[in-house]
């Protein structure tokens, strides 16, 4: 192999295939919690009752807390590796190589499956590792890209690793 087309390899491998945040629905949890607590802080205040601002404060410490998590895990797919970063920092909290990646599932639940919205748990092939992507929007479709991209990578492993004779 020449450099050139070693170069070009390595540029292909790293190039950007898909990346996403958990979707804002992931959280709508934090947003039930954060309207009850308003709807609290509106009838103290209706009632003319003490302490009703720091119930507001409160649903907007929720609010604050549910977009400050949505940040906080970046999902990248690559020609060569799944991770997941950290949104602020950057730094890579877990990868998995793709030629690594055995099985990929979907977990949703009712209300997940409501906003469309699931969690891929990618399996290695080597070791016992688990990568949870939470929060994926459309989740099937994303786990078949994961899925054809490991396919490519595997694929491509093999044949430049002839079997020996």
Known sequence: MTMLHLAEKTEQDHRMLW????????????YLLS?????????????????WEMWIVGAGLLIACAVTLRRWAHYELTGDELTVRNGYTGRE????PLHDVSDITVQQGIVAEYFGIGTLVIRSRTTDRLLFLRGV?????????IQASAWRSHRTAANSHPAPT
Do not use: H, K, M, N
């Open 19 to 30: 990346e996403a945040y958990p979707a804002w629905a992931q959280f709508s949890w934090l």
């Open 35 to 51: 309207a009850v607590t308003a709807l609290r802080g509106v009838l103290l205040f209706r009632f003319g009752v003490d302490g």
């Open 93 to 96: 909290i877990q990868s998995i």
């Open 137 to 145: 929007v459309d989740p099937e479709a994303t786990r078949l890209r």
